[in-house]
């Protein structure tokens, strides 16, 4: 194991309350730095002879050395004062509560138990032991198939998310003056022909107008609605929203808490072809992307993602640099000054866990360095208004310095590449944080790994022992007198019939001799380790509520799950733990995520697809239901309502309606299968024409019943109120659309 990074300069530490600066304790740190622990291993004498450490102490030194690390502030004299300051000592709190709430050493372990590894120490106990050191695959393997249930709820062809228009949708103005000119026309002329309608028969007339201009606003709301939906959908797609989605489903079931981010805008190149001729276009872009659990660092005080700062790490290359200098917002001369002085690189963010997640990665140690990356703090919280304009923020977009605003600060060793105050209208930041099982009042819950820790132990140690004994017990053991073998014999070679030159004691009494060879077998106890190895991953079924017949092609031996409507059963009550899941990221990404999409689109969009009243509606449960259940209980209520009384009551339009859903459970178009509500409507009144004019009970496939049910759910066009009607239905279909 590599030795930990030692200490850089740092500045004498903040003074604390009434002016008192804390004196450091000067030893084997230098430079002002915290001492090294005595298990760390120094030069000794003048020798330069080095002190042999075991990896259980150096482990321990590196956890030591980073916590007294982090309890200084490394801000530099240029850096005293003025937002970098800022940001270095809030990374150096969120970094403080890493280590000490032991969050670093779950996100290790969880990603060494991902890749079946053990950690250092174990390893070297287990190497030391001299056995097998076999990793048992049962935690990867749940995280694998639990990662597969949930792409097949988000990642399949159902949209895990939608728009739905209020549920109260307003009736414009002058289709209310409207109405009440239609219904004075109507009463002038029913007076003049005759008797005058009464008040009831008026307040009647009214009421069922207005419904009517309801319903043609609910429907012409929807069909606005599904018109977004399109085009968000487009924009998602764009942005890259999918595929973090897919690694932050990843995440989620392997760390204590996964990361998504989005939308951010980022210029996007494209390739367009006119008349055969490639060209790139470069255009801003919606963008989403999962970040690691390990470059992210928040508020250790909040019980919640969205109250929380963020301080997220980005690895940039020289290229990316560059590339910011063609974008808005950006402090160019800050930029060149970084590409300036920090031509071969810079890693100036040390996290304890850095080399280990390299080599657990397999990418390059940070400490190396070759490849030239630039390390970026970016800050994502509040900032009182005064140290922004400080910052070179101008005064005029402060309107009060005293008070905090949400904004976007990113540093690159002592400066400032860009302060943004949040575009957001809810200012908020852009990370959206959930887990595999949440615990209430912290946004750390816990993984697999976590849950399945106890078991993962076990199982190792049974699988290892299962490996010892058999290679123990795999053949018989020899035991050799080398006093009674000849000396010219090798007693270490063995193949079938070797001639054995043995000594004989002429003082021992033959018929009791031992011969120079002997063998035995040692005990078989794989059959009990197995079972023990069996009902571990048992266990690991109940624990996890990924139960293996969930994700592979293996059942149950027994009871309900003999059957297929018994395995069914059993599958139906693991499914509820896994929409428990997808309940905690369409409540803390998905649906935020859209809310945040939806106001940028709402700010920069001049095409009016959107008008703000849309609600924004998580799916992910709905799709996580079982799809064959559905489908079966839609077939069962298509036969159970095929009779005529159900017809009668359904009408044509709402059979079309219950076609539809079935058709789309299918994967089916519906809407193409099925005609649309005008389509059936214009079907019902030619059948009503067409019994009219043979003189017959119409049906024409409708049926005269099924026409007076659909004729019952709007005012009806002709015919049944008169002449007065003619002319009401078509204006005021046209006024309500």
């Known amino acids: 194991m590599a030795l930990p990074p030692m200490p ?50 150096i482990d321990a030194a590196a956890k030591a050395q980073a916590a007294a690390l982090a309890t200084v502030t490394n801000v530099t004299e240029e850096q005293a ?46 190497t030391r032991f001299g056995g097998s050191d076999v990793y048992a695959r049962i935690t990867p393997q749940k995280t694998r198939g639990a990662t597969s249930l949930l792409r097949d709820v988000y990642l399949s062809n159902d949209m895990p998310w939608g728009f739905e228009p209020p549920k109260d949708v307003e009736v414009p103005v002058e289709v209310f003056k409207q109405i009440q000119q239609l219904v004075v026309s109507e009463i002038q002329n029913a007076a003049t022909g005759g008797k005058p309608p009464s008040k009831d028969e008026v307040h009647d007339r009214v009421m069922n107008l207005v419904q009517a201009a ?80 390990f470059d992210i660092w928040f508020t250790p005080g909040v019980a919640r993602a969205a109250d929380a700062s963020f301080i997220e790490r980005i690895r940039m290359t020289r290229t990316q640099l560059n590339d910011l200098l063609d974008l808005p917002g ?48 970016a800050f994502h919280g509040n900032v009182q208004g005064c140290d922004l304009i400080d910052g070179g923020l101008p005064k005029s977009r402060i309107p009060d310095p005293m008070r905090d605003y949400a904004c976007v600060i990113q540093k690159i060793g002592r400066y400032i590449i860009k302060i943004q105050l949040s575009p957001s209208p809810r200012k908020r930041h852009v990370f959206y944080m959930s887990s595999f099982e949440k615990v209430p009042g912290t946004p750390v819950g816990n ?65 009791q001799a031992v011969p120079p060879i002997g063998f035995f077998q040692p005990t078989d106890n794989s059959q009990n380790l197995m079972g023990v190895y069996q009902w571990l991953m048992q266990v690991g079924d109940d624990v996890s509520a990924v139960p293996r017949y969930m994700t592979s092609g293996s059942g149950v031996s027994g009871g309900a799950g003999r059957t297929a409507s018994g395995l069914a059963m059993l599958m139906g009550n693991a499914s509820k733990v896994l929409q428990t899941v997808v309940g905690n990221v369409d409540e803390d990404v998905i649906e935020p995520c859209l809310l945040e999409t939806k106001d940028l689109v709402l700010l920069t969009d001049t095409t009016d697809m959107m008008d703000g009243t849309e609600n924004v509606v998580a799916k992910g449960v709905q799709v996580a239901m079982q799809r064959e259940t559905m489908r079966s209980r839609q077939l069962e209520f298509l036969q159970v309502t095929q009779n ?55 049906h024409g496939g409708l049926g005269e019943a099924a026409a007076q049910a659909q004729g019952d759910q709007a005012p009806p066009a002709t015919g049944a109120q008169g002449p007065q009607t003619n002319t009401v239905q078509p204006r005021i279909a046209g006024g309500v659309g």
């Open 644 to 698: 005529p009384l159900d017809s009668q009551i359904m009408g044509p339009a709402g059979r079309a309606t219950v076609l539809r859903s079935v058709a789309s459970t299918l994967g089916m178009p519906g809407d193409k299968v099925v005609p649309d509500e005008e389509e059936i409507a214009e079907q019902t009144e030619q059948a009503k024409m067409q019994a009219m004019a043979t003189g017959m009970p119409g």
């Open 447 to 511: 993984a697999l790994p976590d849950m399945l820790a106890d078991v993962q132990d076990l199982a190792n140690v049974a699988l290892r022992s299962l490996a010892n004994n058999m290679a123990f017990a795999s053949g018989p053991q020899v035991t050799v007198d080398d006093s009674k073998l000849a000396p010219t014999e090798d007693g270490e070679s063995f193949y079938p019939w070797k001639r054995w030159h043995v000594r004989t004691d002429p003082f021992m009494n033959q018929s």
């Open 214 to 293: 309801r319903q043609a606003a609910k429907k012409r709301a929807a069909q606005r609605v599904k018109i977004a939906e399109e085009k968000v959908e487009t924009i998602l797609v764009k942005g890259n929203f999918y595929n973090a989605l897919g690694e932050f489903l990843s995440d989620i079931t392997n760390f204590p808490y996964a990361v998504f981010k989005g939308p951010t805008v980022r210029m996007v190149p494209t390739v367009q072809w006119a008349n055969g001729i490639p060209y790139v276009d470069v255009k801003p872009t919606l963008w989403y992307e999962r970040c690691s659990p």
């Open 81 to 126: 004062t003025g937002l970098a300051a800022f940001v270095e000592r809030q990374w150096e709190i969120m970094n403080r509560h890493r280590l000490s709430s032991g969050l670093a050493d779950r996100l290790l372990n969880a990603l060494r138990t991902f890749n079946g590894q053990y950690e250092p120490t174990k390893l070297a106990e287990i």
């Open 8 to 57: 850089r300069s740092v500045a004498p530490p903040p003074p604390m309350a009434g002016g008192v600066i804390p004196m450091l304790p000067m030893g084997g740190g230098g430079n002002g730095a915290p001492p090294l622990p005595p298990s760390y291993p120094t030069n000794t004498g003048g020798m330069g002879a080095l002190q042999v450490a075991s990896n259980s102490q």
């Open 330 to 377: 950006y402090d160019h001369k800050s930029i060149r000054e970084v590409l300036t002085n920090y031509s071969r690189g810079l890693t100036d963010v040390h996290d304890y866990t850095d080399s280990s997640r390299a080599w657990l990665e397999s990418r390059e140690q940070p400490s190396w360095n070759e490849s030239g990356m630039i390390d970026c703090l």
